[in-house]
């Protein structure tokens, strides 16, 4: 067995450290995104899906983003509000919806920076199913510990 690398002390505090670095960028990237584009991160992130996708049903959007289709859903009202996406019903199926990026749509993400929660989520499909599952453990952990297990979280710092 390999002796530690460096004391439990210091490693909980650079555990607590590294926490820390990853919220805090995650909020700058947030808040300069919305100050810059007029979209928040999510609202980015799904504009960005949709570039690569061209046009793309709401239920494929959903399991991308790893989020619920009533989350997608009221991402995709506000954006259809500010112009960017347009929806329609298919026939003769009118519960499938597909969304498309629109013109002003397709002027915001060429402008914009990748979407934070979009590059975590490609980072962690990267990693092999022992580091995922090693690293699902050890957060479910933390989670325990904090006490957190009931508290619904859909995005980092959004209100989505």
């Known amino acids: 067995m390999k002796p530690p690398r460096i004391s439990k002390q210091t490693a909980v505090a650079e555990i607590m450290q590294s926490f820390r670095r990853i919220f805090k960028s995650i909020q700058q990237y947030s808040e300069a995104v919305l100050k810059e584009f007029g979209v928040t991160g999510p609202q980015l992130w799904l504009l960005k899906i949709l570039r690569k996708e061209?046009?793309?049903?709401?239920?494929?959007?959903?399991?991308r983003m790893c989020l619920h289709i009533s989350t997608v859903s009221g991402i995709i009202d506000r954006l259809e509000k500010k112009g960017y996406v347009a929806r329609k019903r298919e026939k003769p199926d009118r519960r499938v919806v597909t969304v498309r990026l629109t013109y002003q749509g397709k002027q915001i993400i060429s402008k914009a920076p990748e979407p934070a929660q979009g590059k975590l989520l490609h980072g962690l499909?990267?990693?092999?199913?022992?580091?995922?599952?090693?690293?699902?453990?050890?957060?479910?952990?933390?989670?325990?510990l904090m006490e957190v297990e009931h508290v619904k979280a859909k995005f980092f710092f959004s209100k989505e």
Do not use: G
């Not at 793309?56 to 959007?61: D, E, G, R, Y």
């Open 54 to 63: 061209n046009e793309t049903s709401v239920s494929n959007l959903s399991q």
């Open 125 to 144: 499909q990267k990693l092999s199913h022992r580091e995922v599952m090693e690293l699902y453990d050890s957060l479910q952990k933390i989670v325990h």
